[in-house]
Nanobody, 127 residues
Framework: EVQLVESGGGLVQAGGSLRLSCAVS????????VGWFRQAPGKEREGVSC????????YYAHSVKDRFTISSDNAKNTVYLEMNSLKPEDTAVYYC????????????????????WGQGTQVTVSS
C-alpha cells in the first residue's frame, strides 16, 4: 500500500518559516518524482515544487522561487519543503504527491500526472 504522510504545517506570522515533510512508503518504483501542491479556499490546486529522484532536478512555481527549497533524504524516502519569507498568500492546504513519470520537466505542476496523494497539511500565514 502506497502511503504519503505530510507533516510540518501550522500557523506562522508573515516573514516566518516552516518546513514540510512528506514521507513516502510502499511505492515500488525506485525513480519517481514528488511534487508539492497547495490549494487555498475557492482556488484550484496549484503546483508549488517538485523533486525528481531520477535526476535530482528541482522545479518551482514562480511565486515561490527563491523563497522555498525542496530537498530529499533518499535514505528516509522523505521529501522536504523549506518555506521561508512566508506571505499571507501562501496560506493553503499543502499536499505532496508522487508520480512514476521519469521525465517531469514539462508536467510537474499538473496534478493530473500524480498517482498518489497525501492527506494534506494546513499552512496559515498571518499578516
Amino acid at each position: 500500500e502506497v502511503q504519503l504522510v505530510e507533516s510540518g504545517g501550522g500557523l506562522v506570522q508573515a516573514g516566518g518559516s516552516l518546513r514540510l515533510s512528506c514521507a513516502v512508503s510502499g511505492f515500488t518504483f525506485d525513480n519517481y518524482a514528488v511534487g508539492w501542491f497547495r490549494q487555498a479556499p475557492g482556488k484550484e490546486r496549484e503546483g508549488v515544487s517538485c523533486f525528481s529522484r531520477n535526476d535530482y532536478s528541482t522545479y518551482y512555481a514562480h511565486s515561490v522561487k527563491d523563497r522555498f527549497t525542496i530537498s530529499s533524504d533518499n535514505a528516509k524516502n522523505t521529501v522536504y519543503l523549506e518555506m521561508n519569507s512566508l506571505k499571507p498568500e501562501d496560506t493553503a492546504v499543502y499536499y505532496c504527491a508522487v508520480t512514476s513519470l521519469v521525465k517531469v520537466d514539462e508536467v510537474w505542476s499538473s496534478p493530473n500526472w500524480y498517482e498518489y496523494w497525501g492527506q494534506g497539511t494546513q499552512v496559515t500565514v498571518s499578516s
